[in-house]
Every structure is written in structure tokens, then in C-alpha cells.
């Protein structure tokens, strides 16, 4: 039987220690108790471990295991989604798909057709995607938790120094498609793994500026095919392609 997995935020050489809430759920809703054994994730190493505490106290809940021995993990997929703030509740299902597929890191960025009043509160919200991703990357039995970053303007990113193969999804793009951008980055890095960041627009799409700004500044435009789709499945549908061409 495969064993559980799970991501603990403190730890040493030998031992691993999940607190807090989640320690809770460990304790109340998975049963969790001494001698049980676990996968859990320190430090982006995954350890064959074993519970060797459970105690639950208001405020101070902790679950502490021992680390017996490490074991092989999969690297993270090397792109970052530059993902435009839109609709909450579909943005979040974005963020949770995007790390089952194995993200390396998510950028949300307010984009000219970001709905105002969401552009206000995505920097509350950022502290809610790193949770969701947190128990989407337990769930995928993730060895890391893809980097949430805090959202800021578009134009900030587009420009932001990188050394990385920045792609811009585009349903105006009829020619390149997403497949032949990551085969020419693919033929550029060489023996290495060449890092990716695609952009994905807001439900209203990119504006002519943004569209401009992005040309400017070296990203490359792509299609994923004749329909225009959601974000949500933009996103998804990049990163399987992503997949299929570097794992
Ligand atoms: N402007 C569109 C909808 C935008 S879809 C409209 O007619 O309302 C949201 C985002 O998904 C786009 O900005 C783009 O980044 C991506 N997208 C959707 N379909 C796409 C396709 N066929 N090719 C490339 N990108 C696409």
C-alpha cells in the first residue's frame, strides 16, 4: 500500500514536525498515531517516516515524526504560470490543476481586464492559493509546494529580468503553436532542462497594449488550437503539453 504523504514546515536532520491545523486534521480526521508510518516532505526531500508524537492542545497541536530514510522524489515541472487575476473561484481551481500537474511556481498578475475590484483583493488572497496549493501538492504526493508569488502589476513581470523561455498564450496567434515554442527552447537549452513561463490572460483576454508590451519585452505568442478556451483550461491544457514534451 502506498503510504500517506505529507509536507511538514519544521524540521531537522532526524525528525519532522507538522503543527497547527493541520496537525489537527491529522490527529482527529486521519487517526493519525505513534508508530503509524508516513511519506513526509522536509525541505523539499521526501523521507520514509514514522510518527513518534501526537498531541493535541489548544493553540500548540503537534504531530512529530521520526525520519528514517530518504526517499526519491519528482522534480517539479520547470515553468511558472503567469496566471492573470480573474474570477476567484476559478482561479483557484486553476492553481489547485496547475499543481496536480506538477507547476513549478504561479505569478498572478493584475492584467487591464482584471475586474477592479478582484485587482483589490488578490493581495489578500495570496495567502489562500499557497494553502491550496499546499494541499494540492500533499494530495498529487508532491516532494514541493509550487511557489506562490504575490500579485503584481502585469507589466512589472513582462519586463522583470529572466532567464527563462517566456511564452504568452494568445488566441490571436494562428501560426506558432505552444508545441513548437517548447521544441525550439527544448533546441536551445541544449543537455538541459530549459525553465518555461507562460502567460495566461484574464477572462476578457489580453489588450492590444498588453499584447504589444509582451512583444516588446520578448515573449514569444502561442495557440493551443482554433477554440478559444477558459483560462482555467488554458492552464491546464499548456501544462499537459508542457509535460509531453519534458517528461
Ligand atoms: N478574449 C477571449 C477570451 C480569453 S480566454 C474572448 O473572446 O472573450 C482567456 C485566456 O486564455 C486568453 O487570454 C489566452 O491567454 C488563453 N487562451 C484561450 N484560448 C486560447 C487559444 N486557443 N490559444 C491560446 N491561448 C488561449
Not at 522524489?73 to 511558472?80: F, G, I, M, R, S
Not at 505569478?107 to 475590484?117: D, L, W, Y
Not at 494541499?135 to 500579485?151: K, M, V
Request: hydrophobic content about 50%; some cysteine; overall charge negative.
Amino acid at each position: 500500500m502506498t503510504r500517506r504523504r505529507w509536507i511538514a514546515e519544521d524540521w531537522d536532520e532526524t525528525t519532522a514536525t507538522i503543527a497547527g491545523v493541520q496537525a489537527e486534521h491529522l490527529a482527529r480526521v486521519l487517526r493519525v498515531r505513534p508508530g503509524m508510518e508516513a511519506d513526509v516532505v522536509a525541505g523539499g526531500h521526501v523521507f520514509h517516516a514514522q510518527v513518534a508524537a501526537v498531541e493535541l492542545a489548544p493553540e500548540k497541536s503537534e504531530v512529530r515524526f521520526t525520519l528514517l530514510a530518504e526517499v526519491p522524489a519528482e522534480p517539479a515541472l520547470p515553468v511558472t504560470l503567469v496566471l492573470s487575476v480573474y474570477k476567484f473561484d476559478r482561479m483557484e481551481w486553476a492553481i489547485e490543476k496547475a499543481t496536480e500537474l506538477g507547476v513549478a511556481a504561479v505569478a498572478p498578475v493584475i492584467a487591464q481586464r482584471t475586474g477592479k475590484h478582484l485587482a483589490q483583493a488578490a493581495l489578500k488572497r495570496a495567502d489562500r492559493w499557497r494553502r491550496i496549493a499546499h494541499e494540492a501538492s500533499q494530495q498529487a504526493r508532491r516532494s514541493d509546494s509550487p511557489l506562490i508569488h504575490d500579485p503584481v502589476a502585469l507589466a512589472d513581470r513582462v519586463r522583470a529580468p529572466s532567464t527563462s523561455t517566456r511564452i504568452v498564450l494568445a488566441e490571436q496567434e494562428r501560426t506558432t503553436t505552444l508545441r513548437h515554442a517548447i521544441d525550439a527552447a527544448i533546441g536551445e537549452a541544449g543537455r538541459e532542462m530549459p525553465a518555461l513561463e507562460i502567460a495566461i490572460g484574464p477572462e476578457g483576454g489580453w489588450s492590444p497594449a498588453e499584447e504589444a508590451l509582451f512583444d516588446a519585452n520578448g515573449w514569444r505568442a502561442v495557440s493551443l488550437g482554433p477554440r478559444i478556451v477558459r483560462a482555467e483550461t488554458a492552464a491546464i491544457a499548456a501544462l499537459a503539453v508542457v509535460a509531453s514534451c519534458l517528461e
